[in-house]
């Protein structure tokens, strides 16, 4: 039978795609994931399991050599952008020493097919939005440069050494099997936290930052086709939604979909693009992509389902790396 690869397994994209996999293909869904953000209950029954870091290189090519892998899937990753200048070391191995070791094997091992979800975060503040993938990467903060650095390996690797790859730049998706209990990313998840634990969804400055979201379920066939397709070969493709909103906007939606008598509380304002949004054209032509699910059905869909879960504990780091300039918010 022919494997798949996915890392990031027990995430959001990793574990919605693999669901599809198995129950679309004939393809066998070989999973790595260290379980630090994701869950073992989000991972199908299906996927033949590997849990470990991926900077462990040494475990990595044994579990390529096992298996026959034909496709990777690169979901692995730390999402914490607004964190991520006070976490360099994580950030860069976690990010980057962790996808240049999955880089190493799929060379080695002639994988047919690498498709990185990287991140809108490589483009940065220096341009007017919509961004387009053509625009020269241009990053502000320790994650973003994590990404950008994971595209240039993949177009050395790809001249080099013959890798195929696409880069899709997803752009702030949501949904089922999503971590809500991380204090420092995913931010409607954040807020489905607070309510679901009596306390206001917070906000980062004025709320009048702008970003697209987009339902996961829109993305698993459209990543499926980045693997299958030819003409995605090399290619970088945003991939997102097609209506933007503000923070405070999003921030109402979701409030009313709970149906909460509660306001949000705005904290000081901390480094990040004020504006960002992609173009989502190039994405139907090569993975056809459709915007099915608008923000206020997906964040209902995505309520239901997190009143079910478990009250885990809340993730929060006991020591940071960096604690200058750190927000009064994230002050352990």
Request: some cysteine; charged content about 25%.
């Amino acid at each position: 039978m022919k494997k798949i690869l996915i890392t990031g397994v027990a995430g959001l994209l990793g574990s919605r795609l693999s669901d599809w996999i198995i129950d679309n293909t004939n393809y066998e869904v070989i999973g790595i994931d260290d379980l630090s953000g994701g869950f073992i209950e989000n991972i199908n029954p299906k996927v033949k399991f590997y849990k470990f870091n991926l900077t462990n290189l040494n475990k990595l090519k044994e579990v390529f050599k096992n298996e026959n892998i034909e496709i990777v899937y690169h979901f692995a990753a730390y999402a914490a952008e607004g964190l991520s200048p006070f976490i360099r070391k994580f950030n860069y191995e976690n990010n980057i020493i962790a996808s240049s070791n999955l880089i190493t094997c799929s060379i080695e091992f002639n994988i047919k097919r690498f498709v990185f979800a990287s991140s809108m975060a490589v483009y940065g503040d220096k341009y007017e939005p919509p961004f387009h993938e053509d625009l020269l990467q241009a990053p502000i903060d320790p994650y973003g440069v994590a990404k950008y650095a994971v595209e240039m390996d993949l177009k050395i690797a790809s001249h080099q050494h013959g890798l195929n790859y696409t880069i899709i730049r997803p752009h702030n998706f949501y949904g089922i099997n999503q971590n809500i209990w991380d204090k420092y990313r995913n931010v409607l998840g954040i807020w489905m936290y607070q309510i679901l634990n009596k306390e206001s969804p917070t906000i980062f400055g004025d709320g009048s930052q702008v970003r697209a979201f987009s339902y996961v379920d829109d993305s698993v066939i459209p990543f499926w086709n980045a693997s299958q397709n030819d003409n995605c070969k090399g290619e970088i493709i945003n991939l997102g939604g097609t209506k933007e909103y503000s923070i405070s906007d999003a921030c109402n939606i979701l409030i009313n979909v709970t149906g909460q008598n509660i306001k949000p509380v705005y904290l000081e304002p901390r480094h990040e693009s004020k504006y960002a949004w992609a173009t989502w054209d190039k994405s139907i032509e090569l993975l056809g992509f459709e915007h099915k699910v608008n923000l206020e059905e997906g964040t209902a869909k995505m309520w239901e389902w997190a009143k079910k879960q478990p009250n885990r504990e809340r993730y929060v780091w006991p020591e940071y790396e960096l604690n200058k300039g750190i927000y009064e918010y994230w002050k352990s």
